[in-house]
């Protein structure tokens, strides 16, 4: 599935460098206007690199997906992204609020919003 797939408002998206400030913009952002963060980073979804990923502890009233859900053992891709964002996007829009798409992994985001090309799977070499 892809954004345009979707009959809902377009997902914002706000991306940038690690330590950017993308955080604090985010969360201004998600509680103007009553949304969840899905995040969009590459060490950001495993349990434990909060360090290596900067990644976030989410306050109560802005719900983030996508954060320390693996552990560092699993493997992770842009496809399995795809279908994750896909799912937390469609969660978040059935209960009514704004999924926002925040981070700074540029492969995750490009292969949400323009798909991927047949065939790509992971090389295990």
Do not use: N, Q
């Amino acid at each position: 599935m892809s954004p345009s797939a979707f009959s809902a408002p377009p997902v914002p998206c706000l991306v940038g460098l690690t330590a950017s400030g993308k955080r604090e913009v985010a969360l201004w952002c998600a509680r103007a206007s009553d949304a969840e963060v899905i995040a969009c980073d590459a060490f950001g979804v495993y349990r434990g690199l909060r360090l290596l990923s900067a990644a976030p502890t989410a306050p109560a009233d802005v719900p983030h997906h996508l954060v320390g859900v693996l552990s560092p053992s699993e493997a992770y891709s842009a496809a399995r992204f795809v279908a994750d964002a896909d799912a937390a996007v469609a969660d978040i829009s059935a209960r009514g609020r704004r999924p926002w798409i925040v981070g700074g992994t540029a492969l995750y985001l490009r292969s949400w919003l323009k798909g991927l090309g047949a065939g790509v799977e992971r090389d295990e070499a």
